[in-house]
């Protein structure tokens, strides 16, 4: 593994031979950890948010996911291993767990849809020790007696989808609360494995209807990604950059 600079934001160079067997390390350490999935638009997000920054610069390990960091990378003749895909690399995370036997929980999603996630997460991962599930729609109030639910769960992974940047505050406002476990910020998959009401497929693998339906419902991005660019060049310009 090798840590790479992209704008002050860290970037972690790994394979695949090597990341899983990393993060089932952490899973496995006497304290908690936690593993970012860096796309983009998280990334520019944190430049101008100083504990969204400082979060993702302490993680244990930064994912980069998104054409966008490998464009940024290659722009700046930085090179990394490998660009992940979001989708494909969650499911992979969850099948290297299951054959391990480790306990999963899964917090986030839409209240309407965790049902479906448990029942097409079950019925794709025969041996799943899925111990338990919760939507983010829950109210403020409910938030003590939802953490002491989850840790009496101990579990090896926590799954945490919410929006981005709003998973990485729940994590870094809790995470010290636990004494081991890993936790991954996932976004929208916890939605898109429980919007389906049969078991989901690989269709969605490396499709962009997730990433444009992303930007349309969030026009802004648009704006950071054209900032993104402009940042870019002015590091190439300057070298070591303005960041």
Known sequence: ?????????????????????????????????????????????????????????????????????KFGMKFLNLEVKKIYNYYNFIISLLLYFTEHEKFI??????????????????????GIRLVGKYHAQYKKSFENDLLTALKKTSPALILVGMTSPKQEKWISSHIHKFNHGVFVG?????????????????????SKSYRINRKLKNPLRIFYYILYFILLIFNKIFKKGLL
């Open 1 to 69: 593994m090798k840590r790479f600079k992209l704008l002050g934001t860290n970037i972690d160079s790994i394979d695949t031979d090597e990341v899983f067997r990393y993060i089932l390390n952490i899973s496995n350490s006497e304290k908690p950890g936690y593993i970012v999935l860096l796309d983009t638009y998280l990334l520019i997000k944190s430049i101008f948010n100083r504990s969204l920054h400082n979060f993702i610069n302490s993680a244990n390990l930064v994912i980069p996911i998104s054409k966008g960091i």
């Open 105 to 126: 929980y899964i917090l986030g999603g839409k209240k309407k849809n965790i049902e479906n996630v448990e029942r097409n997460i079950k019925d794709s991962f025969q």
């Open 186 to 206: 996932v976004g929208e998959f916890i939605n898109i494995v429980g919007s389906k009401t049969d078991s989901f497929s690989s269709k969605y693998s490396g």
